[in-house]
Nanobody, 129 residues
Framework: QVQLVESGGGLVQPGGSLRLSCAVSGATLDEAVIGWFRQAPGKEREGVSC????????AYADSVKGRITISRDNAKNTVYLQINNLKPEDTAIYYC??????????????????????WGQGTQVTVSS
């Protein structure tokens, strides 16, 4: 059974940076898509970014483009989310998830949260001075 574990969250000042990690175990990811999502208090969970593990395709939500980079380390079965120039509105619990419904990542995939069928427990990111 696939397991995902997020780490790297914390309290950071506006303008700072964080790198979140998503370690995946229990399954190979050759044909999977890994997505990053976030949920702020009182708001719905939203897609942030995704990466296709076979071809490395990526996509980013408009709200974070230019500030976020998704990357992977295949040897470690880990996907990273680098967030720069953090803003208070980035405060949320960040989750990673996996789907095998799609062979590649795209804007369409980011917005189909329901097709991601295995989730991590989340890591809290708080941006505050």
């Amino acid at each position: 059974q696939v397991q995902l574990v997020e780490s790297g969250g914390g309290l950071v000042q506006p303008g700072g940076s964080l790198r979140l990690s998503c370690a995946v175990s229990g399954a190979t990811l050759d044909e999977a898509v890994i997505g990053w999502f976030r949920q702020a208090p009182g708001k719905e969970r939203e897609g942030v970014s995704c990466m296709g593990m076979s071809g490395g395709s990526t996509a980013y939500a408009d709200s974070v483009k230019g500030r976020i980079t998704i990357s992977r380390d295949n040897a470690k079965n880990t996907v990273y989310l680098q967030i720069n120039n953090l803003k208070p509105e980035d405060t949320a619990i960040y989750y990673c998830a996996v789907t095998r419904w799609y062979g590649y990542c795209s804007d369409y995939v980011i917005h189909n949260i329901g097709d991601f069928d295995a989730w991590g427990q989340g890591t809290q990111v708080t941006v505050s001075s």
